[in-house]
Each structure stands twice: as C-alpha cells, then as structure tokens.
C-alpha cells in the first residue's frame, strides 16, 4: 500500500469528523503555537542585546580603574593613567591595537543665560570619537590641539543643547558655565537617545576636551594613581580582541611594575559580556519552549485518546480491509500516519498562532521589558523544530492506537456491531 | 477438473476461559475448481469457523488444509493477507462497504494491498460492469439500494480476479426478489468466469442454488450430496420480471 494513498484516506478519515480533529488538535496547534512564540520572543530579546552592544562599536573593549571584587589583595590599589594610554599606544606594544581613547568623566553645574542644571561631563581626547563613533549635527568637534592647549570648548549632546539653549542649532556659538569655568559651545551631537554608551547616555552628556577637563574641571579628582576613568581601546579587528587583550595586559602590568601581583586595574570586554548574556537568555529561552513543549506532549496525550476511539468505532473496517488482504504493517501504518496527519495539520496551525504569539512578544518586549525597537521574530528552524516535535508526539502516541489496531483478530472484527 | 480446496482431518478448538469448545471435530472434504458449494449447517454446528478457515481468516488447530496445492496450515499472517488478497474475494451479508467512500473507491480497496496490475480504476469500473453497478460507481453505499450495495461488494470481491468467491450469507439481509438477483450474479460468474463459489447459509433456497450442498452438524460433516433440482436464479428473475410487467400493465 503506497503512502499517497495512506495520507488520502487519513485525510479523508478526519474530515469526515472536522470537529472532533480540531479539538483533537487543540493540545498541539496551542503547544507548537506557545514554543513558536516563546522562541520568537526569546529572539527578539537576543536581537535586541546585539544591537545594543553592536552601538558599542565592533572590536572596542575598556579598561578600568577597578580591581577585581574577587580579589582580596590588600597590597594593590586601582591604577589607571594617561601615561598608561600612551604605552599601549607606542610601537610595537600591543601591535593588535589600531586606537586608544581616555576619558575622565564626573558631573558638573551647568549653567549658561537663567538655565541651571547638572550634567555630567565627559572629558575626552578627539580619538574618542573616532574609537565610538558619534552622530555630529551642527558645529563641530574639538581638535588636538584644543586638546593640547586645555581650550574651553565644549560639544553638547542633543538634550542638553535643547535644555539649556532651546534648540540644537541655536546652541553652537553660545558660552556655558562648568562649575563657573566658562567655555564655547562649538558642536551638537545628534546621536539619538538611549544609545548604549560605557558611560553617560551622549544625548545627556557634555563633551571637553581631556586635557582641559583635567585641568580645569577635575583637578582635585585626579592624582598619580588614577587620572582616566576609562580607556577604550580598538582592536585592529574583532578576531585580534583577545590578541589586544592580552598585549593590553602585559603593557600595563609592566607600567605598573607588577610581577607576582594580581591587576590594579580590569578589563571589560563587550563581546565575552554579550556572549555570555546571549547564553544566560538562549538557556532562558530553551528553558522557556521546554514548557511550552509539555503543552505539547499533553496534546499528545489527546492524540492518543482519540485515535484509540477512532479504532474502536473503525473496528469492522479494520476487519474488513484485513480480509480483502490489509497485512497488519498496513493497519498499522494507517493509523500511525492519521495521527502524524493530525499532528502536523494541528502544528500548520499552531504556527499560525505562533506568529500571532509573536506579536504580542513584540508588545511585552517593547512595553514590559523596555527593549524599544526589539521584535520578537519567528524564525525558520523554530517552526521546524515545532513541527518535528509535534510530528515525533503524534508517531510516539500514535504507535499504541495503531498497534492496537494492527493485532485485531480479524474474525472478530468483522463481528464487531 | 482439478481439486481447489483440500481438507483433511481438520479441527479447531478454540479456548474460552477454562473450557474448551471443539468447533470442527475431524472435518475432510474436497471442492473442485470451478464448483457452487453451499455450506448449510444451524448456528453452533461449526459452519463459521470452517468457512473462516477455508477463507484463510483463521487457521486449524490440527489436521490439513491444501488450498490451490498450498498448505495454508503453515502459513504466517502476513502469507495469509496475501492469499486473501490474491485468491479469495469474500461477500458478507451486511455487505461491509466503507461509507462515505464511492462504489468505485470501495470496489478499489483490494487493489491497494496488492493487484494483478493494470490501471486500478479501469478494473474496477470493468468489475462494476460485471455486476451491473457501472452507471452508479460515483454513488456512495447511503445512497444505494441494500441489492445495489450488495452488488457492489461481490464487485469487489472480483476485482481481484480470485478463484473463489466466499459468500456469508449474502442473501440474509435482501428481500427475496434481491436475493434471487443476487444469487443470479453468484450463478452468473460461475457458470461464465469459472469461478468457484463458497455459499454459507442456513437457508434452503438459498443452498438450492448450489450444486452441491455441504451439511456441517457438530463440528463435523453431516452430510454432502448434489443438488436435486437446483434452482437457476436467472429464469425465475425473468419470471418475477414479466409478472411484475405484466402487473404494471394490468395497472396502466
């Protein structure tokens, strides 16, 4: 017996009772819906964090002022220096490297015309906007040499320049006040709000020059321990991270003279964080379609149920197509295979639901966890990874019904009222 | 004409519970190729289980069973389907149509599990034809006369082209003039096709139809003579026709 002719009279078999299939389905189409959804979800959530930490700028990692909470080493302090900066960044010491930018970063007063408010200020060398990229509206950005000579400029992000001048085009050409310092506003940035940033949000940032910072604005914060709050490094490229990370190390371990000690300072690396943020939410996320599923083995349950009913009612059947020559391999394979047709109509389906699950993913995404932008997608390998779970339940609870149905005596069935 | 069905010292018994029932008690008879059979026995006397057993359904406790020169005695299930398929084609008395399914798809349910080859729909229209059934082969059994569902099913039964046509009562649930139609076919593919025709029956016109009639009585063969004055179904057919003609016309 040929399996086109299986799946007709399968077909044919449901149809000829629509609602007892649906609800027979019911378990599956809601579990295959729940998993697709979940893992939609869970997706969404996994693309957002990406993206996040794409903004962060490809093949960038940090150092710190920190020491590791993990250590216990009384002898150490944190150290963290320009000097430090320029030692990764002489020839050949961390050849990985393609760019070092250091900023300091503390709060400040703000006020310019009747506008009073506190922002916090970042001072930072002109690499730092080639290391992390910043969107530049009107004006623009301050050079070396403003560096060099400490000049009292100042580009802002876009909600102080709206805050304190009304509009960001307004803003460029006006003076300020940090802690009573004055400076020129020479550039906006329009860098949108909420970017992900090692530090203050840029749209509510102030940006100076390092050296002025440090000189003007946090001369009684630095000393010659710690006069960078962070050093962002470009690696050459994503694969040579490590590579940097660990000339990086040897660099500033030797600055520090440390030999057998543990470091005085750490290094953050978005990828490894990512990474393994990635694998907290995957696992998460399993952990999430793996209770969907139980909706599933339940639906399966039900399966079972109802193709038990469907050999008890089709036992003269059963008996008769014996006697016209049925080998009991195809009973059994025409009852295995009705109850794969029920479970892969029902995950068909169930996908369908899946995608409407999906939407309202999206909505607990962007409303519930405030992942704005996120989209809880459906993908390829979720709707197959469903589908062959549903397809795997209806062959599993399938296989006792149609065994069943296979080991009828024929006499008997043919008996059967 | 050579022998079809040998059976030699044949019994059954089945067990139910502690006790056991001896259905045949040493049952031996022959039926040649090409011969009208009628099994007649009352209910109880083994009848069932001898037919199930010449049917390939069930297989004997002892004793031999030669069917076409096989032993069937040694045959596994799966052989067994296959003679079933091949071999015998089986009417039953509550005709056993699959419903919501065509005559023609019903008719076709025995090529599924294997066929001589050939286009499966061709032969089944072809054994339609045989018994008449060909202009309503788009019909389902709820919309059929039990006369036309039972034609139906002898359709099926030879659309396989088996040796012999096993019928279970075919009669019991058709009023008399169907049956004598019914019976017309069975007599029909008989005397034309050469088919060998295995009636079960507990009634005397019925088995009157037959050459020979078989009498089973406790498990074993009670009897077994030829028919004196056998009925030809096709001329009473043609008498009840010209009767009922001739009524239609007194009427008009």
Redo the contacts between chains.
């Keep these: 017996m040929n399996l086109i002719e299986s799946f007709r009279i399968a077909l044919q078999a449901l149809l000829s009772n629509k609602l007892r299939a649906l609800l027979t389905m019911l378990g599956i189409i809601i579990g295959v819906g729940a998993v697709i959804g979940m893992l939609a979800m869970g997706n969404g959530f996994q693309g957002f964090l990406n993206s996040q930490f794409a903004q962060l700028g490809a093949g960038n990692f940090y150092v710190a002022p920190f020491i590791d909470s993990n250590q216990i080493d009384v002898l150490t302090s944190a150290r963290l220096t320009a000097s430090d900066a320029q030692a990764i960044m002489q020839p050949g010491r961390a050849p990985a490297v393609s760019q070092v930018s250091i900023e300091f970063s503390g709060n400040a007063q703000v006020s310019a015309g009747g506008e009073r408010r506190t922002y916090s200020v970042r001072a930072v060398n002109p690499e730092w906007f080639d290391v992390t990229p910043q969107d530049l509206g009107p004006g623009r950005l301050f050079t070396s040499d403003e560096n060099q000579d400490r000049a009292r400029v100042a580009v802002l992000g876009s909600i102080v320049a709206e805050r304190m001048f009304g509009d960001i085009n307004s803003a460029v050409g006006q003076r300020l006040d940090l802690n009573g310092v004055g400076f020129d506003v020479i550039g906006v940035l329009t860098t949108p709000e909420g970017t992900f940033s090692i530090g203050a949000d840029p749209a509510e940032a102030i940006f100076i020059p390092y050296h002025t910072g440090v000189a003007r604005l946090y001369r009684n914060q630095v000393n010659d321990r710690i006069d960078v709050s962070i050093i962002t490094i470009k690696a050459r490229s994503v694969n040579e991270i490590d590579d940097a990370i660990s000339q990086v190390t040897a660099v500033l371990r030797e600055q520090h003279r440390l030999t057998y000690q543990d470091n005085d300072f750490s290094i953050i690396n978005p990828e490894q964080i990512a990474a393994q943020l990635n694998s907290v939410i995957g696992a998460f996320n399993s952990f999430l379609g793996l209770v969907a599923g139980i909706s599933l083995v339940v639906g399966g349950i039900g399966i079972m149920n109802i193709m038990l009913v469907s050999v008890t009612e089709r036992t003269r059947e059963i008996g008769l197509r014996r006697a016209v020559g049925a080998k009991q391999r195809d009973i059994l394979l025409q009852f295995l295979i009705e109850a794969l047709v029920l479970c892969l109509i029902g995950a068909a389906l169930g996908t369908v639901l899946g995608y409407g699950f999906s939407l309202v993913g999206t909505f607990v995404l962007v409303s519930l966890f405030n992942a704005e932008g996120a989209e809880a997608t459906v993908n390829m390998s979720n709707i197959m990874l469903a589908s062959g779970i549903a397809a795997i339940i209806g062959i599993i609870f399938g296989f006792f019904p149609a065994l069943q149905a296979s080991r009828l005596n024929p006499i008997e069935a043919l008996r059967t009222e | 004409m050579t022998d079809l069905i040998v059976v030699k010292n044949l019994t059954k018994v089945y067990r139910m519970g502690d006790v056991e029932v001896r259905a045949l008690r040493g049952v031996a008879l022959t039926i040649r190729e090409g011969e009208m059979v009628a099994i007649m026995g009352p209910s109880g006397s083994g009848k069932s289980t001898l037919m199930?057993i010449i049917?390939c359904?069930?297989q004997p406790s002892d004793g031999e069973y030669y069917l076409d020169g096989v032993s069937v005695a040694d045959l596994n299930?799966?052989q067994l389907?296959?003679i079933?398929?091949?071999k015998i084609g089986?009417v039953?008395q509550q005709y056993?149509l699959?419903q919501?399914?065509t005559a023609l798809r019903n008719v076709e349910?025995?090529m599924?599990?294997?066929g001589k080859g050939g286009s499966r729909h061709e032969r089944a229209m072809a054994a339609l034809a045989a018994v008449g059934m060909d202009e309503r082969m788009h019909h389902k059994p709820n919309e059929l006369s039990g006369g036309q569902q039972q034609r139906v099913a002898i359709a099926?039964a030879l659309v396989?082209e088996p040796r012999i046509i096993m019928a279970d009562e075919p009669t019991g649930a058709l009023d008399t003039r169907t049956g004598e139609e019914i019976m017309g076919i069975f007599q029909k593919l008989n005397r034309e096709q050469g088919i060998t025709v295995i009636l079960v029956t507990h009634e005397h016109d019925v088995a009157q139809h037959a050459e020979r009639i078989i009498s089973v009585r406790d498990g074993i063969i009670a009897g077994d003579e030829p028919v004196q004055g056998r009925i030809v179904a096709g001329a009473t057919v043609a008498a009840v026709a010209t009767e009922a003609e001739a009524m239609d016309e007194v009427a008009s």
């Design positions: 199930n049917g359904l069930d299930d799966n389907a296959e079933r398929n091949q089986f039953f056993m699959l919501r399914t349910l025995p599924l599990y294997g099926r396989n």
